[in-house]
C-alpha cells in the first residue's frame, strides 16, 4: 500500500466493494492506508503486537481486508474463519491458534436474512479464556450482547481521539508468518 502513496496510484481504486443488500463501497489506495493504519492502531492500544494472533471471524465486508492488512502491519498473525462457520468450528479455530482477539460483526446479510454472527462468536468465546478483547462491526445494525471490558464497537474503537492515522510497519523477517488458514475439517479436524 504504501508505495503507491507518493505515485499517482494514491487516488485510483485499491478496494471495490459490492454488498449483499445492494449497498457498496470503493477505497482508494491513500483511503485504504488511513484505515489499515487507524485499525492496525486499535490493535496495539488493545495491546496486540508483534508475534500474537487475531481470529478475524467477518463476513465479506471492506472491514475483513482492513483488519487483515493491520495485521499484517503490526506484524501480529491473522486467521481468517469463515463467516458461516458454527460456534463450535470458530471455538476450534480460535483455540488451536491461540489467539488473543477476535473480531466478528453484529450480524451480516445472507439471502436477504440477517445472520447473528456475534451471538455464534459469544457462544465460541465461552471456551476461549485467552480471548481479551472481541472488536464488533456493527454490518446489520441488530442489538447484541456486548459484554464489558471484552466487546467493543469498531466504529467507537476507529473514531476514537487517541487513534492516529500513521501507524509504522513492523519490520519482519522472511520466515515470520503473516497468517494461519485452516482447512475446512471435511476430513477431520481442521489443519492451520
Not at 46 to 52: C, L, M, V
Amino acid at each position: 500500500m504504501d508505495r503507491h502513496l507518493k505515485t499517482w496510484r494514491k487516488n485510483k481504486a485499491a478496494l471495490v466493494w459490492e454488498g449483499d443488500i445492494g449497498d457498496s463501497k470503493t477505497l482508494t489506495y491513500q483511503e485504504l492506508y488511513y484505515h489499515v493504519c487507524k485499525f492496525a492502531n486499535v490493535l496495539k492500544k488493545h495491546g496486540i503486537k508483534k508475534g500474537d494472533r487475531v481470529s478475524i471471524y467477518l463476513p465479506m465486508i471492506v472491514e475483513l481486508p482492513i483488519a487483515m492488512l493491520a495485521c499484517a502491519r503490526i506484524g501480529a498473525i491473522h486467521s481468517v474463519v469463515f463467516g458461516g462457520f458454527s460456534a463450535d468450528a470458530l471455538r476450534d479455530r480460535i483455540l488451536d491458534c491461540g489467539a488473543k482477539m477476535l473480531i466478528c460483526s453484529d450480524g451480516y446479510y445472507r439471502g436477504g436474512r440477517v445472520i447473528r454472527s456475534k451471538d455464534n462468536a459469544d457462544e465460541a468465546l465461552e471456551s476461549c479464556p485467552e480471548v481479551k478483547d472481541v472488536i464488533v462491526v456493527k454490518r446489520a445494525d441488530i442489538r447484541v450482547n456486548m459484554e464489558k471490558g471484552r466487546d467493543y464497537w469498531w466504529h467507537d474503537e476507529i473514531g476514537a481521539e487517541d487513534i492516529k492515522p500513521y501507524c509504522e510497519s513492523e519490520v519482519m523477517d522472511t520466515e515470520d508468518p503473516l497468517f494461519i488458514l485452516y482447512t475446512s475439517g471435511s476430513t477431520g479436524k481442521p489443519k492451520g
